[in-house]
């Protein structure tokens, strides 16, 4: 009994880690989606420069 308890938490903590990973990777992708675009990031680029 004990091992079948062990394995179904395996599996339930297996799903979790599975469920997390995605939502990171589909997280970062809708950061690199929504992120302004480069162009007009370096356009003011040497503004920042001192004299």
Do not use: R, W, Y
Not at 35 to 41: E, G, L, R
Request: aromatic share 2%; proline share 6%.
């Amino acid at each position: 009994m004990a091992q079948d308890f062990q394995d179904l938490t395996g599996h339930v903590i297996k799903k979790i880690v599975d469920v997390t990973q995605q939502m990171e990777e589909q997280h970062g992708e809708l950061l690199v989606e929504s992120s302004p675009p480069i162009a007009n990031q370096d356009a003011h680029a040497g503004l920042l420069n001192g004299p």
